[in-house]
């Protein structure tokens, strides 16, 4: 099992910065890869950012403005230049060897002025 706890969320004005944090803990060993997912209300859940090893993924709609990083089991989003529309629950993700998915409680970000 792994446990996955984020933090980090909260509310800004269009065109502030937040930084998302994820740790996790367990059988970190066996994580392939580490996320971001979010969901705005009435929507489905997308991704917005992986990493694996060196690789990093990330919607294109948060392309240049969002940076993925990872240090041992933590994940981070550092996000500038917000929008309205980044407006979401944020939920980590995590992936082990094999598939399966653990995913965090998820945090509210909220971009208004």
């Known amino acids: 099992q792994v446990q996955v706890v984020e933090s980090g969320g909260g509310s800004v004005q269009p065109g502030g910065s937040l930084r998302l944090s994820c740790a996790a803990s367990g059988r970190t060993f066996s994580i392939y890869s580490m996320g971001w997912h979010r969901q705005a209300r009435g929507q489905q859940r997308d991704l917005v950012a992986r990493?694996?090893?060196?690789t990093t993924t990330y919607a294109d709609s948060v392309k240049g403005r969002f940076t993925i990083s990872r240090d041992k089991d933590t994940v981070y989003l550092q996000m500038n230049s917000l929008k309205p529309e980044d407006t979401a629950v944020y939920y980590c993700?995590?992936?082990?060897?094999?598939?399966?998915?653990?995913w965090g409680q998820g945090t509210q970000v909220t971009v208004s002025s």
């Open positions: 990493i694996s090893g060196d």
């Open positions: 993700e995590v992936v082990e060897y094999g598939a399966r998915i653990y």
